[in-house]
C-alpha cells in the first residue's frame, strides 16, 4: 500500500508539470517514465533512473519543474534527489542497449518559460499529513528566488490539516490520538519514510541527503585552520559535495595527495579548472566528457578523454562505464577491467567502496592494473549485502575477489 501511495503521489507530480506552459507532455510522459519514485517524506522526494543519461537529461532540463509541482501541490520546498539504479543500468548494458533521449518534439521548451497552470485534477489529498492547496501563483522555477518563497517552518504551519487518507497521513498519526496527528516536526523521522520497493537504496541516500548540509560549514576558512592535518595526511579524499571554493581551496593549498568523485554530472562541473593538483579522479563517462571535453563513443574517443584529464595535471583516472567496466589511464599507461560480477542486493555504497579501495591500493604501492582491479572488487563486495556497509568487506575479501 505504500508504494501505491507513492506511486500516486509521482503520477500527481507528473500530471501538474505537464501542466505547465511551453511543456510538452509527450516529452514528460517519454523523459518521466524512465523515473522510479523511491522515497519520500515531508520535503524530501528521491528518484532513480534507469542510467546515467536519463539522470543527467532530468537533472539539467526538468528537476526545476518537478520542484516547483511538488511546490504547488503541497506548497513546501522539496529536495529532489535522483540517482542511477545499478541495478537497471547494468542489465540494459548486458542487454546491449544504448542510452538515448526519447525523440524531442520540435514544441518541447527546455527552460522554465510561463506560470504553472492550475494544479492536476485527483492529486493526493497532502504530503506529511497536510492538505494541498490551491496552486500557488508564483514565477517559474528559474526566476522564483528563496526570499520569495514563506519560510519551511511557516509552509507548514500553514497548510497542515488533520490527516485523512493521504499520501502520507500515516507518518504524522500520533500513537496516543488514534484520531488525530501531531505536528509534522514532532514525528517526523527517517524510520517513518514513506518508501516504495528499493527502500534500503532510498533510505540510505535520503539520510545522506540529510547529512549534505555539513558539506556548507567545510569553508576554505576552516580548511586553513586544519592545514597542518591536511599536510599531514597519507591523503585526502574530496566530492563534489564540497562548496567550488572549498575545492579549490584544496586544491591550491593541500600538500597531500588529492582523491576526486565528481559526484555527479551536474556537481562534476564544479571541478571545472580545479584539476592541476589532483592525483586521482574517479569520474563515470558522461562526468569524464564534461571534464575532458570529448564526447566518448568509441575506443579511440574513450583513450583522448583520458588523456585530456591527465594533460589537465591528474595523475590517474579511473573511469566508469557501468556494465562496459572500468578503463584506467596515467601518463604512458592505460587498463581496461572487466566489470566484476556481482550478486546485487544494495546499490548504495558502490562508489565509495570504489574510491576507498583506490586510496588503500595507493597507500599500498600497487599498480594501474592491480588498483583498479582491486576497486571494481570492492564495489562488488559493497552491493552484495542489504546493510550500507557489506560486513564481509576486508581486505582479504577485496583481494580475493581481484584475484578471481
Known amino acids: 500500500m505504500e508504494s501505491e501511495k507513492l506511486e500516486q503521489v509521482w503520477r500527481a507530480v507528473c500530471d501538474q508539470v505537464k501542466s505547465y506552459n511551453n511543456i510538452d507532455p509527450s516529452q514528460i510522459n517519454a523523459f518521466f517514465s524512465r523515473l522510479q519514485p523511491q522515497a519520500m517524506s515531508e520535503d524530501f522526494l528521491m528518484l532513480t533512473a534507469d542510467n546515467d543519461f536519463i539522470k543527467t537529461w532530468i537533472e539539467r532540463h526538468y ?3 518537478i520542484k516547483q509541482a511538488l511546490m504547488d501541490l503541497y506548497r513546501t520546498a522539496f529536495t529532489v534527489l535522483i540517482e542511477v539504479d545499478i541495478a537497471a543500468e547494468a542489465a540494459g548494458a548486458a542487454q546491449g542497449t544504448v542510452a538515448s533521449a526519447p525523440a ?3 514544441s518541447a521548451t527546455m527552460a522554465p518559460a510561463g506560470a504553472p497552470a492550475a494544479a492536476a485534477e485527483g492529486a493526493p489529498a497532502g504530503v506529511g499529513g497536510y492538505t494541498a492547496g490551491s496552486p500557488t501563483t508564483s514565477q517559474p522555477p528559474s526566476q522564483q528566488t528563496a526570499a520569495e518563497q514563506p519560510p519551511i517552518a511557516s509552509q507548514i504551519a500553514d497548510a497542515y490539516e488533520p490527516v485523512g487518507d493521504d499520501a502520507l497521513g500515516d507518518v504524522y498519526q500520533d500513537e496516543d490520538e488514534p484520531g488525530g496527528p501531531d505536528r509534522p516536526t514532532s514525528t517526523l523521522t527517517f524510520e517513518n519514510f514513506v518508501i516504495g520497493d528499493s527502500n534500503r537504496m532510498a533510505y540510505s541516500m535520503a539520510v545522506a541527503v540529510a547529512d549534505m548540509e555539513i558539506c556548507e560549514k567545510l569553508t ?13 595526511a597519507a591523503a585526502v579524499v574530496v566530492d563534489a559535495n564540497l562548496p567550488r571554493e572549498s575545492i579549490a581551496h584544496l586544491v591550491e593549498h593541500c600538500a597531500a595527495p588529492l582523491f576526486v568523485d565528481p559526484v555527479s554530472t551536474v556537481k562534476a562541473e564544479k571541478l571545472q579548472g580545479l584539476l592541476s593538483h589532483v592525483h586521482t579522479l574517479k569520474p563515470n563517462r558522461i562526468e569524464a566528457e564534461l571534464l575532458s ?20 595535471g591528474v595523475q590517474r583516472v579511473f573511469l566508469s562505464l557501468g556494465g562496459d567496466g572500468v578503463f584506467a589511464a596515467q601518463q604512458g599507461e592505460t587498463h581496461l577491467e572487466p566489470i566484476c560480477k556481482a550478486e546485487m542486493r544494495n546499490a548504495t555504497g558502490a562508489g565509495d567502496a ?28 559493497a552491493v ?16 580475493a575477489r581481484a584475484a578471481k
Open 354 to 381: 570504489m574510491m576507498a579501495s583506490l586510496v588503500w591500493s595507493f597507500l599500498a604501492g600497487r599498480n594501474l592494473a592491480e588498483s583498479c582491479a582491486a576497486g571494481t572488487a570492492a564495489a562488488a563486495i
Open 104 to 106: 524531442a518534439s520540435s
Open 384 to 399: 552484495e549485502s542489504e546493510e550500507t556497509i557489506n560486513p564481509n568487506i576486508s581486505a582479504e575479501a577485496v583481494l
Open 293 to 312: 571535453g570529448v564526447k566518448i563513443s568509441d575506443d579511440a574517443t574513450l583513450h583522448q578523454a583520458a588523456q585530456a584529464l591527465l594533460d589537465q
Open 63 to 65: 528537476v526545476d519543474f
Open 220 to 232: 576554505p576558512d576552516y580548511f586553513a585552520s586544519q592545514k597542518e592535518l591536511l599536510d599531514g
